[in-house]
């Protein structure tokens, strides 16, 4: 009897053994599953701050874009007031049976002439004064070998420069004989908008077209 009572004993301590794990065990659990829940919901929110920190941003941006779209119509305005009052180039406005190379248009062109001349003028000097000011006897070979490549490449540059003026004076005579604004080869008009963009051309498309093939094939 004395056995069987301790036996019942044992198994009653075990037993209260192990309810005891098991109540630890859930415990445990739930305060890993809480934990995993604050941390879940402390990264939503860590989420959503973002979200609206990059709405903000975006926000700011698209405001700042639309301020300065709204800006540039007005600084262009500006720029157009200043290059008429500078003299630059603006296009020729062709008026409704206008007659070709009437007084208008070769003062148009003879203007647009004299500016591009006084401009090549201009880099001639500022060539002339940046190759006196960086002249110098450096004791590097190397460094002389460089400043004289690049001597050389501004004086072709110039070369070119001089047979364009000489090219300019030739468009300004035919412009006062009145023989401007006419192709060489077959006589008929170049255009106004062809001369815009290359004064100095003698050729209409044509016929340049016909000389860039003859020389290819030269």
């Known amino acids: ?3 069987k009572k301790k036996a019942s004993k044992k198994k009653a301590a075990t037993k209260k053994k192990a309810a005891k794990k098991t109540a630890a065990k859930k415990k445990t659990v739930a305060k890993k599953k809480t934990a995993a829940k604050k941390k879940t ?3 939503k929110k ?6 609206k920190k990059t709405a903000a941003k975006k926000k700011t941006v ?4 639309a301020t300065s779209t709204s800006k540039k119509p007005a600084k262009k305005a500006a720029s157009k007031k200043s290059s008429s009052d500078f003299g630059d180039f603006i296009p020729y406005q062709e008026k409704v049976d206008e007659d070709y190379m009437n007084e208008d248009q070769s003062k148009h062109f003879m203007e ?4 591009w001349k006084q ?7 500022r060539t002339v004064s940046h190759m006196k000011d960086e002249a110098a006897n450096f004791p590097d070979p190397n460094d002389r070998a460089t400043q004289e490549s690049e001597f ?3 004086l072709r540059t110039r070369d070119r420069e001089r047979k364009l003026i000489k090219k300019i004076d030739e468009s300004m005579e035919m412009l006062e004989n009145n023989e401007y604004g006419y192709c060489e080869e077959c006589g008929i008009e170049i255009g106004v908008r062809r001369l815009e963009a290359r004064p100095t051309a003698t050729l209409c498309i044509d016929c340049k077209s016909l000389d860039e ?3 290819r094939q030269r």
């Open 1 to 3: 009897m004395a056995t």
């Open 41 to 43: 919901v402390a990264k």
């Open 46 to 51: 860590v989420v959503k701050k973002a979200a």
């Open 62 to 65: 698209a405001k700042k874009k």
């Open 112 to 115: 647009l002439l004299l500016s």
């Open 119 to 125: 401009e090549l003028m201009e880099e001639v000097d």
């Open 152 to 154: 050389t490449m501004e």
């Open 213 to 215: 093939i003859r020389e």
